[in-house]
C-alpha cells in the first residue's frame, strides 16, 4: 500500500519523464493555530509539477480547511456530472478536534482528496485548482471571504433535493401527474447500486470501528491487568514471584501491540471505509444535479407543448400576439434544446465516472482488506508467540 489511507489516486511523480506533464501535491505539517474557539489546524501544501499554467516548477502555500472546502464548491458548482473527491468531516468532538491522532487523519484526508483532484483528467485543469495550489494566504482569504455565499447551492441542499424525488415529487402538466424523475433502466440500476453501496460500506465501517475499540479496551485490560500482577510477584517467593513478573511484563507488551495494531486498524482499514462512505455521498449530490439537470429539461420541454397549443391558437385567431408568442417560443426551444444537451452531458460524465470509480474501489478495498488479514495474522502471532513464551515457567510452577 502506497501510504495508509485509501482509496488511492495515482499521484504524479516529478521522476516522470520530462515530457510527460505531472503534478505532485503533498498536504504536510499541520500547525495549530490561535485559541479557544478560533483555533484551527493550518497546513503546507507543497506543489511540484511541469505544467505550463502554472508559476514555476515548486510552490509552497499554507492552507487551512475553509480553503479545501473553497476548492471542493467551486469544483462542485461548475463540474456537472463529475464526482468531486469527498472531503473529511468538517467539526468533530471538542476533546478531539486537535488530538495528534486526528490531526493526522485529516491531514492524510486531505492530501488524497486534492491528489485525486490532481490526478483527474478533467478536474486538474480547473483553474479554481491553480488558485488554490498557487495564491498566497492573503489572497486566499479574500477570494474565499469575496465568494462566501457566492454559491448558495450546497451538495446537502442538493441530497435533500434527491430525497424528495425518491419519494416520488410529481407536478401537474397538462392536467395529468407525471413523475419528475427519470425512469431508465440504466438511472434505476445506478440508483439501486449506490444505495445498497452506501449500506453496506457504513455497515462495514461501522464494525471495523467496533474492532479498533475492542483492540484498544483489551489492550488497556492487558495493560492494568500487567501492572496488577508485578505487584501481586512482590507478595510471593522467588520462582512464582519472578514468573509472575515476567507474566506483568508480558501482559504490558502484548498492550502494546494490540494498541499499535488497533491504529494501524484505524489508518489502514476504518478509515479507507469511511473515505469511501464519504465518496458516496459526494456520488449522490452529483445524482441531485442530474435529477435538477432532468426536471428542468422535462419541465421546459412540457411548457414547450402548452406554447405550441397557445401559438396555434393565437395563429388560427390572427391575434396581434402573434409575433410575440413565435419570439417566446423560440427562446424557450433554445432553452429547452440547451437543458437537454446539459442532462446528456451529465448521464454521459456520469457513465464514464461510475466505471473509474469502480474500477478504483475493487483496487482500494482488496488493498484495505488484504493489509486488514496481514494485520490480524501479524498480531495473532506475536500474541500467541509472547503467552507460548511464559508456558515453561508458569508450568514450573504449578508442578511444585
Known amino acids: ?36 474557539v478560533q483555533a484551527y489546524i493550518s497546513y503546507r501544501v507543497i506543489t511540484k509539477t511541469n505544467m505550463t499554467e502554472y508559476q514555476g516548477s515548486e510552490k509552497i502555500v499554507i492552507r487551512r480547511y475553509s480553503d479545501f472546502v473553497w476548492l ?34 485529516r491531514r ?50 442538493l441530497i435533500q433535493i434527491f430525497k424528495d424525488v425518491q419519494s416520488k415529487v410529481t407536478d401537474v402538466v397538462l392536467g395529468k401527474e407525471k413523475p419528475v424523475e427519470e425512469s431508465s433502466e440504466d438511472y434505476e440500476k445506478l440508483k439501486h447500486y449506490i444505495f445498497e453501496l452506501e ?7 461501522k464494525q ?39 507474566l506483568g511484563a508480558k501482559s504490558e507488551a502484548v498492550s502494546m501491540k494490540l494498541q499499535k495494531e488497533a491504529h ?31 426536471k428542468q429539461q422535462y419541465e421546459l420541454a412540457e411548457t414547450i407543448k402548452l406554447k405550441e397549443i397557445n401559438l396555434d391558437k393565437l395563429m388560427l385567431t390572427r391575434s396581434d400576439r402573434v409575433r410575440e408568442a413565435e419570439l417566446e417560443y423560440k427562446e424557450l426551444k433554445k432553452e429547452s434544446e440547451e437543458a437537454t444537451e446539459r442532462f446528456e452531458m451529465i448521464v454521459r460524465l456520469m457513465n464514464e465516472e461510475i466505471a473509474r470509480f469502480q474500477e ?17 495474522a501479524r498480531l495473532a502471532t506475536a500474541v500467541a508467540d509472547a503467552w507460548r513464551s511464559l508456558l515453561p515457567k508458569l508450568e514450573a510452577c504449578s508442578t511444585t
Open 208 to 246: 471495523a470501528y467496533r474492532l479498533v475499540k475492542r483492540h484498544r479496551e483489551l489492550g488497556n485490560s492487558l495493560s492494568d491487568f500487567g501492572k496488577a500482577v508485578k505487584l501481586l510477584s512482590a507478595c510471593e517467593g522467588d520462582n512464582l514471584g519472578k514468573a509472575f513478573s515476567e
Open 360 to 376: 478504483q474501489k475493487t483496487l482500494d478495498m482488496g488493498i484495505a482488506f488484504h493489509e486488514f488479514a496481514k494485520g490480524q
Open 199 to 205: 449500506n453496506h460500506l457504513a455497515e462495514a465501517q
Open 264 to 294: 494501524e486498524l484505524l489508518m489502514n482499514f476504518e478509515e479507507p471505509l469511511k473515505d469511501y462512505v464519504r465518496a458516496v455521498q459526494s456520488i449522490k449530490a452529483t445524482i441531485a444535479e442530474r435529477v435538477a439537470a432532468f
Open 108 to 157: 492524510q484526508a486531505l492530501d488524497l482528496f486534492v491528489n485525486r483532484i490532481a490526478s483527474h483528467q478533467e478536474l486538474r485543469q480547473s483553474e479554481d485548482l491553480r488558485t488554490f495550489l498557487q495564491v498566497d494566504e492573503e489572497v486566499m482569504e479574500r477570494i474565499r471571504s469575496y465568494e462566501t455565499g457566492l454559491f448558495k447551492k450546497k451538495p446537502a441542499d
Open 72 to 105: 471542493y464548491d467551486r469544483l462542485f458548482e461548475k463540474y456537472k456530472g463529475v464526482f468531486i473527491p469527498p472531503l473529511p468531516e468538517k467539526s468533530a468532538v471538542e476533546k478531539f478536534r486537535f488530538s495528534a491522532e486526528f490531526i493526522e487523519m
Open 1 to 36: 500500500m502506497a501510504s495508509p489511507r485509501g482509496p488511492q489516486s495515482p499521484r504524479s511523480s516529478p521522476s516522470s519523464a520530462s515530457s510527460q506533464p505531472y503534478l505532485s501535491v503533498s498536504v504536510t505539517d499541520p500547525v495549530k493555530m490561535g485559541t479557544g
